[in-house]
Each structure stands twice: as C-alpha cells, then as structure tokens.
C-alpha cells in the first residue's frame, strides 16, 4: 500500500513511519509512506499557504491553491487510485472496522489541516472522506494521520510476526483484551490466574474469552451493546 501525507510538518509523519511495527513493514516493502509539504507549491515569493477566514473570526485557514496543487503532484505519483481522507475533529470517528477497511486499499492520500482548518471548497471537491480519532482538538492533523498509518500498516500482510497476529487484536473482534502474564509465575505482585499453567487449551481459551468479555462489559459497555456476539460468548455472559 502506498500512503502520501500532506502536511505542512513532514517530519511529524516521517519519523514514526520509520520505526517500530511500520518501519519494519515499509522495509519490508508492505507499505510505502511518503510526505509532501504544501508549503513547496505555494506559488508566491512568501511561500504562503495561509489566509484569513472571510467573515472574521479567529486564526487563518488553508489557501485553496498550494492544498490543490500538492494532492494533484501526490496523485500523480503514482497509478493506483487514490481515497482523499481528510484528517479533522470533524470528521467520522476513526474504528477499527474503518482501520481493516482502509487498510486493504492500494493508495490512500491523507490531508493534514493546521491552524483554523480549510476552505471547504477544496474539501467538498478534493476530499473523499474526513475522520477524525477521538473527540479533542490536537493542533493539527499530523498526529491522526501517524494513527492512521500505524493501524493500517500493521494490518499490511507479513508487517506482524506470528506471535502478534491482528487476528488476536483487542477489537478485531469488537472486545477488549484479555490481561496477560509473563515471568516470573511467583511474585511478591502477585500469582498467576491458574488456569495458565493448567496446560488446558480450551480452558485458557474459555478464561481469555471471559476476561475480554468482562473487561468490556465493566468498562466499555458501548462496545457490547452494539455487539452481535456469538453463541459461546453469549452463554458465558448470561452465566
Ligand atoms: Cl483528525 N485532527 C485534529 N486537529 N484534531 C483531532 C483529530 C484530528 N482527531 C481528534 N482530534
């Protein structure tokens, strides 16, 4: 997959596309990630890409012209066809639904709105989605968009290791995760839950299954109510 960031803070996006879980997989070649600073196509001496808001009001807004002009020069990059996801509070939340969605397309251009936001005309014409992460305001859309391509580029095919296959994702199947343990099996924290070192897969299975569905019940009782759970998770819950 091939991801083009525009941005008037490329290093924002570049330095956490470059470690970690999508480092990896754009080493691997499983995605590509690539910046574009609006800034480079503003076409005066100033290299402005701001304006004030007609009307009045406070702050100054992306230019029409230079955000144009740079989703054009990322387009052509590249064949693919390309989705237009504008990053802003108000755009759609974000879900992990969304995130396998996406992250199964070949090209994705993400715009990165600072200070006010845009002119809506370039994101009624150029924009073919706006989402946003969460309900607070961070100064710009940078960050949502290094969220985005950290979620999308684990789901790349080859990016996980076995051990940490998305199929076992908080989430993937609408539940939190279930708590885990490591070494040592005795500490002055605590002892382990018995039944993982019973050695019984099935039972282990059932407690991780019933720990989610706890978890989610006590603390995102969202989650379950939109739930179609199956029949195994249901009789646990009714039990
Ligand atoms: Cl996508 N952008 C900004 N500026 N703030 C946000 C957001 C996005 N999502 C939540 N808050």
Same mark, same amino acid.
């Given at each position: 997959? %091939?991801?083009?960031?525009?941005?008037?803070?490329?290093?924002?996006?570049?330095?956490?596309?470059?470690?970690?879980?999508?480092? %990896?997989?754009?080493?691997?070649?499983?995605?590509?990630?690539?910046?574009?600073?609006?800034?480079?196509?503003?076409?005066?001496?100033?290299?402005?890409?701001?304006?004030?808001? #007609?009307?009045?009001?406070?702050?100054?807004?992306?230019?029409?012209?230079?955000?144009?002009?740079?989703?054009?020069?990322?387009?052509?990059?590249?064949?693919?066809?390309?989705?237009?996801? #504008?990053?802003?509070?108000?755009?759609?939340?974000?879900?992990?639904?969304?995130?396998?969605?996406?992250?199964?397309?070949?090209?994705?251009?993400?715009?990165?709105?600072?200070?006010?936001?845009?002119?809506?005309?370039?994101?009624?014409?150029?924009?073919?989605?706006?989402?946003?992460?969460?309900? #607070?305001?961070?100064?710009?859309?940078?960050?949502?968009?290094?969220?985005?391509?950290?979620?999308?580029?684990?789901?790349?095919?080859?990016?996980?290791?076995?051990?940490?296959?998305?199929?076992?994702?908080?989430?993937?199947?609408?539940?939190?995760?279930?708590?885990?343990?490591?070494?040592?099996?005795?500490?002055? +924290?605590?002892?382990?839950?018995?039944?993982?070192?019973?050695?019984?897969?099935?039972?282990?299975?059932?407690?991780?299954?019933?720990?989610?569905?706890? %978890?989610?019940? +006590?603390? %995102?009782?969202?989650?379950?109510?939109?739930?179609?759970?199956?029949?195994?998770?249901?009789?646990?819950?009714?039990?």
């Amino acid at each position: 997959m %091939r991801v083009d960031v525009i941005t008037l803070f490329p290093e924002f996006v570049d330095g956490c596309a470059r470690v970690g879980v999508v480092g %990896r997989a754009q080493e691997r070649g499983l995605i590509s990630v690539t910046s574009w600073n609006p800034r480079e196509f503003a076409t005066d001496n100033y290299h402005t890409v701001d304006g004030r808001p #007609y009307g009045g009001g406070p702050g100054m807004l992306m230019l029409i012209g230079p955000l144009r002009d740079t989703i054009a020069a990322a387009k052509a990059a590249a064949e693919a066809p390309a989705k237009v996801i #504008y990053l802003s509070p108000q755009g759609a939340r974000l879900t992990q639904r969304k995130v396998q969605e996406l992250s199964v397309l070949p090209r994705l251009v993400l715009l990165c709105g600072r200070y006010e936001g845009v002119d809506e005309r370039l994101l009624d014409h150029e924009v073919d989605e706006e989402l946003s992460i969460g309900d #607070y305001v961070l100064s710009g859309g940078e960050l949502a968009a290094a969220v985005l391509i950290d979620a999308i580029g684990r789901l790349q095919e080859g990016a996980l290791n076995d051990a940490q296959s998305a199929a076992q994702d908080s989430f993937s199947e609408g539940l939190l995760d279930c708590p885990h343990y490591t070494r040592p099996e005795q500490h002055e +924290l605590g002892t382990l839950p018995a039944v993982l070192i019973s050695g019984d897969h099935a039972a282990i299975k059932r407690w991780r299954l019933k720990q989610s569905l706890g %978890r989610t019940w +006590l603390r %995102r009782p969202d989650l379950l109510a939109r739930m179609q759970l199956d029949k195994s998770a249901r009789a646990l819950l009714e039990e």
